[in-house]
């Protein structure tokens, strides 16, 4: 359509002009579908399957999420999408930059007439052409400052260079990874299908005696066929303690593991030739007992009433000095499987009332010292750009992103009050920041011998007359039809 500005892109396609790109689960898949024709059958489910990341993340999470995430990626999701599938706090972390296979791209070129990006490329642990070798990084960061703007995968931005040799562990990875990504729509299992699987998964490789999983030996196996520094490298090497994620996802599932946190454990478990679509097929047929709750026992008939009341009375002791579950851990196990058999209700209400938090309020952080910290690298950052007039507009995120602690002072700004003050008083307005650029603009036309129009003003600044402010339009009427000499 020739469109070669972003905004305009945006606005035709989203009519949304501030919509930004995102890498792995892209938001406003509708208005994308709406673009083809209907023959074509491009819906948002497809889309999201054939040609986003949703398929490495939709097989590990719960059905009603998944179904709440393609609702999300059809509109907007604000970052919810992320959160919801455990991308925001995951110990996987994002890739700072893109990647790309050099020969790939020019097979697209000499096939397609020009490059374009696999998906496939930017999913991380699988860094690597199954074909041609280790991937490349661009010069183009995932979270870039123009993520209003299209990049297309030029040769200029992904120069041909040697490819180092295909690891082991990429090659596995990869393997599994494409797996996923051709897998079509299909119904998520539940988290317990997925304990069940687990469980049976170490009793079939030889590591759960009875009901003991035998996690040190589990472990090992893993560290043969991984290596310690791969899994610092994405921050997956195990500890000792039982909040292990390695020692966790052969428990009870309470929330989703990661494709790479299934791929390192199934692959250290499982046959050579295993595929993890066949994985995901088995756990979906899984049989879990949906009635194994188990109801309280009736009072036996040689149990009197007495007998109740002397249980009744050791729990209160007990755990009167203690909370409910240090109780049991202390001398109290035998009251309370007692109680819950045969007096289950009174044993529930009781045990509410003496509940302790578990929220500690540890100060681990000085944030009086973090205050002062943070607010004089903020100074330095706007001594350092204040007297560019080319630098992008200074908004608190653009601040935040300098000194690259943008979450934890974005959640904290109640704790900062020198920074939050700092933010107030020099963080520069929409209105500041285009009186800047026409200034700007001015002051390149003069230094050309330009007559200084404000049309020519207004794109050389990239600004619209129809989105500019009251002030800034009042400043570039100053600066309208003044002659510029050298």
């Known amino acids: 359509m020739g469109i070669t500005s972003p905004k305009q892109l945006l606005a035709e396609v989203f009519n949304n002009r501030h919509v930004i790109a995102t890498v792995d689960l892209p938001n406003h898949l509708a208005s994308i579908a709406h673009q083809y024709a209907d023959g074509l059958n491009y819906n948002v489910e497809r889309l999201a399957y054939e040609h986003t990341l949703f398929p490495i993340y939709a097989p590990f999470t719960t059905e009603s999420r998944r179904l709440q995430c393609l609702k999300w990626m059809a509109a907007e999701s604000l970052g919810a999408i992320h959160l919801t599938l455990g991308l925001a706090a995951s110990r996987?972390?994002?890739?700072?930059?893109?990647?790309?296979?050099?020969?790939?791209?020019?097979?697209?070129?000499?096939?397609?007439?020009?490059?374009?990006?696999?998906?496939?490329?930017?999913?991380?642990?699988?860094?690597?052409?199954?074909?041609?070798?280790?991937?490349?990084?661009?010069?183009?960061?995932?979270?870039?400052?123009?993520?209003?703007?299209?990049?297309s995968a030029n040769p200029d931005l992904c120069p041909s260079a040697d490819q180092l040799a295909v690891n082991s562990q990429a090659r596995r990875v990869a393997r599994q990874v494409n797996i996923l990504l051709a897998m079509t729509p299909a119904l998520s299992a539940t988290f317990a299908q997925w304990s069940k699987f687990y469980s049976q998964l170490a009793r079939q490789a030889g590591l759960k005696l009875v009901h003991n999983v035998q996690h040190d030996r589990i472990k090992e196996r893993v560290l043969e066929r991984w290596p310690v520094s791969w899994l610092n490298q994405y921050g997956l090497m195990m500890s000792d303690n039982e909040a292990s994620w390695l020692r966790t996802i052969f428990r009870k599932h309470r929330k989703s593991f990661s494709y790479l946190e299934h791929i390192v454990v199934l692959d250290s478990l499982l046959p050579e030739q295993w595929r993890i679509d066949k994985v995901i097929a088995e756990v979906a047929t899984m049989q879990v007992n949906l009635d194994s709750i188990c109801t309280a026992l009736p009072l036996p008939s040689n149990v009197s009433t007495s007998v109740l009341t002397v249980y009744r009375k050791n729990w209160l002791e007990v755990v009167k000095q203690r909370s409910a579950k240090l109780a049991r851990k202390n001398g109290g196990g035998a009251i309370y499987a007692w109680l819950y058999r045969h007096d289950r209700d009174w044993l529930i209400t009781t045990n509410r009332q003496f509940q302790s938090s578990s929220a500690r309020n540890i100060e681990r952080v000085n944030w009086h010292a973090r205050d002062l910290s943070i607010t004089r690298q903020l100074i330095n950052i706007r001594k350092q750009h204040q007297l560019h007039l080319d630098a992008p507009r200074g908004s608190r995120n653009w601040y935040l992103s300098k000194i690259g602690q943008v979450s934890s002072v974005e959640k904290n700004l109640h704790k900062l009050p020198t920074a939050s003050l700092f933010f107030k008083k020099y963080c520069e307005s929409v209105t500041d920041y285009q009186i800047r650029r026409i200034t700007l603009a001015a002051s390149i036309l003069k230094?050309?011998?330009?007559?200084?129009?404000?049309?020519?003003?207004?794109?050389?600044?990239?600004?619209?007359?129809?989105?500019?402010?009251?002030?800034?339009?009042?400043?570039?009427?100053?600066?309208?039809?003044?002659?510029?000499?050298?």
Not at 462 to 468: A, N, P
């Open 92 to 151: 996987l972390k994002k890739a700072k930059s893109l990647n790309y296979c050099p020969v790939c791209m020019q097979q697209q070129l000499a096939t397609k007439g020009e490059c374009f990006w696999l998906r496939q490329w930017q999913v991380r642990g699988a860094n690597c052409c199954l074909q041609h070798g280790q991937l490349l990084e661009t010069n183009l960061a995932s979270h870039n400052n123009h993520r209003h703007q299209f990049f």
């Open 447 to 486: 230094e050309q011998a330009t007559l200084a129009h404000s049309w020519r003003i207004l794109r050389k600044a990239g600004l619209s007359k129809d989105r500019i402010t009251a002030l800034a339009k009042n400043h570039l009427n100053t600066l309208d039809g003044s002659e510029c000499r050298t």
